[in-house]
């Protein structure tokens, strides 16, 4: 069983979570929850842990960015776009099993103090921004450290705010640079 509470979107989600995990898994309902919602959260942040698992559009990056706002210890679990996606739509609930449990696995803190790891001058002589093929190295590095697809600017706070380590970003670099080139 996993330890932490699962935060997820809507009442589909819940339902393809519990089916892939033994965890607790608990709804925002859309952006529309309440402050004793976030209450709640944050009791149980607290005692247990949270996992953020929100759908990989614009809405469940709005609802992650809000409720890590207010709930600092929390973990974040991506799903890439192209795992939960069926029929031109984007959500947790098309994601199979096995790519669930991967995201969840691959959850990360934020960090409590903010390093400056990685530069805007390395992401971009790296080829993951301002380059042909930038968003496509970016998502697929996403994918294989668990950060999840972000613009470049978004992509580098999540390495430095995340704790990737020069050692996991290199050899994940390593493996997409066999497939796009530097």
Known sequence: MIKEVIVVEGKDDITVVK???DAEVIATGGFGYKKEFIK?????AEKRGVIILTDPDYAGEQIRRDLSK???NCKHAF???GKALKKGD???ENANKEDIIEAILKARPSSIERKEEFTKEEITA???AGGPKSREKREKLGEILGIGYANSKQFLNRLN???VTR???GKALERIEEKYGR
């Not at 709640?40 to 149980?44: A, Q, S």
């Open 126 to 128: 790296l080829g993951l």
């Open 167 to 169: 050692e996991e970003f």
């Open 161 to 163: 705010n995340f704790g």
């Open 70 to 72: 207010h709930i600092k």
């Open 90 to 92: 984007i959500g947790v």
């Open 40 to 44: 709640t959260l944050k009791n149980i």
């Open 19 to 21: 089916a892939a995990l």
């Open 79 to 81: 799903l890439p776009q």
